[in-house]
């Protein structure tokens, strides 16, 4: 970049400035040959300050319990899918730092969330981590027990509990709503409905996507060696990409991705594939661009010839029409109007406080981010590859989670490609480091892009605002 165009882009105000000398995501976008709806043709950035973000949120052990009493008790969590518990009685156990909670289906279409504690001392009506199917919740100790809807059923020697009033001893509740196929909690009784919480412009692209209509077919947890929110803050930009993932960077338009915000609660970034990163122009041609990114795809072609880019065709436009047929041929269904975009893109969105969404069809994902409840160095990462349910069929279970050691790579996870692990194992290096650099820093805070990490300010101030000063 030369020095005029520096001077330039001090000019613009705060926030505006983009990646020079290269075509913004919608100018890609509105390139391709099936066009993209509304939601993908859309931007909503917001310039939301400079200063730098306090570090203490990452590092301060009474932090993560400021979190645990403001933080994780008033906002929507994703508990499990629906398919986790398709029949009447059966359950899911869903915890959250020191909380935990019963999900359970009470009738066809009606899922309630219990406290998982017995209301005479205290005891787990269900270990953690656990899922099964019952009749009742009876408690392990002394053997009180609940109906499936809540209702006290028996306080074993009644004669000794007078003061017992079989009406009073319902188990407590958590909120639950129902939404795309996922069950969310809220333990704030006077928290916004799930859709006010999200909001109506990001609901309305949530909405067009059909997740209830996906299953989880590979579901792999690990736990990460960093505070919670650094594991999110990680997957909120492409930024990192031309450093950490250099592989990925000659195919995905990494420092001219797009990043929006909704309300205080949804963000996501938009990154294009099968285009130069603008790191790489002129080291790269359309032919490179497109080979890199159909590597794991050429080897399932079985060694057949690698297509070729026509001359006066580009990589993404090639990618397209290969990724159309491929995945018509895997799903049997007509994709001919689904968007290039849609095929080929990363969409992250997240919903505060820790999920993303990855809608996109070539990969959907669901990320769920947990604090470790003894440790604020420590997390739990969970992500669920979806593929859609075949018309006219029930969902299938969704796959039991693959437990990896610490000391394990993404890679060794079955059913977990080698591309994707690589790139989840880059991103857990960084985050040991950046844990113990922070801890080590004479630096009070973090400062971040205005536009490529607006994303991780926009949920950084909503973490503040839940945990307060
Ligand atoms: S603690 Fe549950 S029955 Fe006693
Ligand atoms: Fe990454």
Redesign the pocket.
């Given at each position: 970049m030369n020095d005029s165009t520096i001077i330039k882009l001090k000019d613009l105000p705060k926030g505006a400035a983009r990646c020079p000398g290269a075509p913004s995501t919608q100018d890609i976008i509105a390139a391709d040959k099936v066009a993209a709806p509304g939601w993908v043709r859309s931007e909503s950035y917001h310039f939301m300050g400079d200063e730098d973000i306090s570090k203490d949120r990452y590092i301060d052990a009474d932090y993560a319990k400021r979190e645990f009493k403001n933080l994780w008790t008033r906002t929507w969590q994703f508990a499990c899918r629906e398919e986790h518990i398709p029949n009447v009685g059966d359950y899911h156990v869903y915890d959250i730092g020191p909380y935990s909670f019963i999900i359970t289906r009470v009738t066809e279409t009606e899922v309630r969330g219990y406290y998982n504690a017995?209301l005479?001392?205290?005891?787990k009506l269900r270990a953690s981590g656990t899922e099964g199917s019952a009749e009742e919740f009876k408690?392990s100790?002394?053997?009180?027990s609940w109906n499936l809807d809540g209702s006290h059923k028996e306080t074993v020697c009644h004669w000794d509990f007078p003061h017992v009033e079989p009406n009073n001893f319902a188990l407590p509740q958590v909120r639950v709503e129902l939404m795309w196929g996922f069950v969310f909690i809220n333990m704030d009784p006077d928290a916004p409905s799930f859709a006010d919480y999200v909001g109506a412009e990001a609901k309305s692209h949530f909405d067009k996507w059909g997740l209830e209509d996906r299953s989880i077919y590979l579901h792999v947890v690990k736990r990460l060696p960093c505070n919670w929110k650094l594991g999110i803050d990680a997957f909120l930009e492409a930024y990192h990409v031309i450093e950490t993932h250099p592989q990925v960077a000659i195919s995905n338009a990494d420092a001219n991705s797009q990043y929006d915000t909704y309300g205080e609660h949804v963000n996501r970034f938009i990154s294009t594939l099968g285009v130069l990163s603008p790191h790489l122009y002129g080291q790269y041609t359309e032919q490179d661009i497109f080979d890199q990114f159909t590597i794991g795809d050429a080897t399932a072609m079985g060694g057949a010839a690698k297509p070729k880019v026509p001359q006066g065709s580009t990589a993404r436009a090639e990618m397209a029409v290969m990724f159309r047929g491929m995945f018509e041929q895997a799903s049997g269904t007509d994709l001919s109007k689904v968007s290039d975009s849609e095929l080929l893109d990363a969409f992250s969105y997240t919903i505060f406080p820790n999920i993303f969404l990855w809608p996109g069809i070539s990969l959907p994902l669901v990320y769920r981010f947990r604090p470790d409840p003894h440790d604020h160095r420590k997390c739990l990462y969970e992500v669920f590859f979806m593929k859609p349910v075949a018309p006219g069929t029930a969902r299938p279970m969704p796959a039991e989670p693959i437990r990896l050691q610490d000391h394990q790579s993404f890679c060794e996870a079955p059913g977990m490609t080698e591309a994707f692990g690589k790139i989840l194992d880059q991103d857990t290096d960084n985050l040991i480091l950046q844990q113990e650099g922070l801890e080590a820093s004479a630096k009070s805070g973090l400062t971040l892009g205005n536009y490529q990490e607006i994303r991780v300010r926009h949920f950084e101030r909503a973490v503040d605002k839940y945990v307060g000063k």
């Open positions: 017995c005479h001392r205290g005891t408690c100790f002394h053997g009180w």
